[in-house]
């Protein structure tokens, strides 16, 4: 293989990036709680402070963006304004209040020689978060990944590289501020996309897991290519079952909030499966429900005939995520069609029961191996906020790990302690 | 690429492996305990009523290993007899004793809201197992998976291909006896080498993970080519030091313990590290014992004063795994060299400090990022059945998942149970 000087260059520079990164990340490993607290606060104190400096950048990548022909979804996630900063300043100061996981026993037990095993939570290392246009990701992920005690390489997309660069300048000076090196939060200083494929292939062994934030077609690139593990879902194809001991209001709130609260979610609904025992009672409100919402249905054969509005569902639409206003519907044979129906198309991230037979829920909940299983809840509910963990950085669907949300402890590894008193191992 | 027939064959035959291991993976992982126990007790006693048949097949085992000119501890490490087959039996009955870790609740919390979240340990998936020549692996690979409720893919060594398959027999009847699917523990049944590469690559998604069994040459080829996670380590650069508060008749004897009590174990010391605060009171000592017990020791220039014996280490020593009676010996400044040392050469498997002092204890702990860090205790207690696991199908240096030793538990993931009361998310 040829390569290019300029090839050799971002090569170099990604090189760099991560040895500083790995001699960064033992310096935050050791670093108390106080001062990663003060690092978080200093830098929501620097975001403040340069306003004026981040709203100019983000003004230079919207006329960048308006004039390549960004679309107006995409312009409005990279816009920044006051009220956006505000936020980005209150989700560093509400990070900085979470319990530091580093240090943490998760268990500890006596061995009848002695020794006392402690299993401990550490970082993990170095983490490489790989992001599209929104600048915000910039100071979310780099505080969460702080926090935990890692070092962190940020690669934001080229549309909001000014954005990022001024948010991320801040971090910089938050870091000094509090005395730590600026190498603890990293942006990588190039656009060039041979950036990305030196960063999947693990930058020398100076990368221990890739977080990808942004659509299927970035997540999937990064799974297909990294060499290091990746914390990611390609996609959420989540599922609601009706079952024929579910009350049809409970039901209709349910799967009407899991469709329509957000479409464009990984936690939206895409499928509604219905008991056919409760056909006849409950699909038709339910249906007329999500078409007054403006829900487009597609349908089985025996749900286009009680659902006038319907269209058919082809073999596709069960494996589809639409994230749109969207939503398949299918009737089956009680519990195990619907589990039956889940483990053959469910992209393993969050599914929904709603019944009032307990042990159908159990059934449910045990024998479906997505990450998420609720009864009589919404699958909206999937969110690291909404269970309690305070800030996420993603949500996985994998079985390494991290799954389902990706909050501050599941950015640590663990390591085992053990004391003693001069235990030898018998021969 | 041009594909013969017969690798097409063997992809063909792997494909299938892994369809059916997925779908059996989804039984076992419904089974209840006592389903789990009743096979693996059933196992143990076709063992025990085989005991013809597998000896048969070890004869021919051995005898093509003796014309193959294994070498003489290869053939111990491939050979069974009656002993050894009671051994593999009680180590069936002891798995079937280990606490069922699918179901665990690893923790619980209630939201504002009224939900209650469970965060439940349940099973991996698939697991593939890569092994050399001991038949043995076959039932405690192949049981402890089960215990944890995976299917399990194993592929040992072609010199043990008949004793394997004779064990393999035996589990696959206790399978049967106790109602559960003969493709839980499946054997690859093919000794062509091309069968790994199809097992690395994941099997069409139907592998979660690989753990290999063997030496540096096995585990280098599957860290590398594996497309799917691995749990394993590549080598133990184990680590002693020796610290300045160290009382020296306890510093001999774990030294000693650590590398002269099994040599070629993991967790066998590869280099001692002493605080030149005692050199003049503990390094003598310390080498003679090692000495008297045959132990070739390699070095710094100033070691080398001291120790008539010593040969001159060179910069090779410090990254080397002798698995053999050698000690590379170092003198450093106090716990920050020795800390430094540690994090420059160690492969993060496991690392002991001996002291007096707890602060300095605490420090080499907390700030080294191996695997197993112990304060006065031989290193040679890194093995899951020391840890008071039960059983281990091997030790983890990776910062994902598993670490440690991989007991039934880290043969486990987990998912969030969610219970709700109708809640649907606010807008």
Request: charged share 25%; with cysteine.
């Amino acid at each position: 293989m040829t390569t290019t000087s300029q090839e050799t260059s971002v090569a170099e520079v990604m090189a760099d990036v991560g040895t500083r990164a790995r001699a960064a990340a033992r310096q935050i490993a050791n670093a108390s709680t106080e001062q990663k607290q003060d690092a978080l606060r200093a830098s929501a104190k620097q975001l403040d402070s340069n306003r004026a400096a981040i709203l100019a950048a983000n003004a230079k990548d919207m006329e960048a963006g308006k004039s390549s022909g960004l679309s107006k979804a995409m312009l409005d996630r990279l816009k920044l304004d006051d009220k956006r900063i505000d936020g980005i300043r209150d989700s560093l100061l509400a990070i900085a209040e979470l319990a530091d996981p580093v240090g943490q026993i998760i268990s500890e037990w006596d061995r009848p020689n002695g020794l006392k095993i402690e299993r401990v939570r550490c970082p993990l290392g170095v983490i490489g978060v790989i992001f599209e246009s929104r600048p915000n990701v910039t100071a979310d992920a780099g505080a969460l990944c702080l926090m935990a005690g890692n070092a962190v390489i940020l690669r934001g997309g080229s549309d909001s590289f000014h954005s990022s660069g001024a948010i991320h300048g801040c971090m910089v000076d938050g870091l000094k501020d509090a005395g730590l090196s600026a190498d603890i939060v990293q942006l990588v200083p190039t656009t060039d996309r041979a950036a990305v494929g030196e960063l999947l292939a693990g930058l020398g062994g100076n990368v221990d897991v890739i977080v990808p934030r942004g659509g299927k077609g970035l997540v999937g690139r990064v799974q297909n290519e990294a060499r290091v593990p990746v914390f990611a879902h390609l996609e959420g194809i989540c599922h609601v079952y009706v079952d024929g001991a579910a009350e049809l209001k409970m039901a209709t709130e349910i799967v009407l909030n899991a469709k329509m609260r957000r479409t464009g979610i990984c936690g939206a609904a895409e499928t509604l499966l219905i008991d056919r025992a409760v056909v006849d009672s409950h699909l038709k409100p339910i249906a007329d429900a999500l078409t007054a919402e403006g829900c487009e249905l597609r349908g089985d054969e025996q749900v286009c005939k009680v659902v006038g509005e319907a269209k058919h569902a082809t073999e596709e639409d069960w494996s589809a995520e639409y994230l749109d206003s969207i939503l398949s519907v299918k009737i089956v044979d009680g519990v195990d069609e619907a589990i039956a129906h889940v483990q053959k198309y469910s992209s393993s991230h969050t599914e929904a029961i709603v019944t009032n037979d307990a042990e159908v829920a159990e059934r449910f909940l045990n024998e479906i191996d997505s990450a998420i299983l609720l009864h009589n809840a919404s699958t909206q509910f999937a969110d690291g906020g909404e269970f309690g963990m305070g800030a996420e950085i993603g949500i996985a669907t994998g079985k390494m790990h991290a799954r389902g949300p990706i909050g501050v402890e599941q950015l640590t590894s663990f390591k085992y302690r053990v004391r003693g008193s001069g235990q030898t191992r018998p021969k």
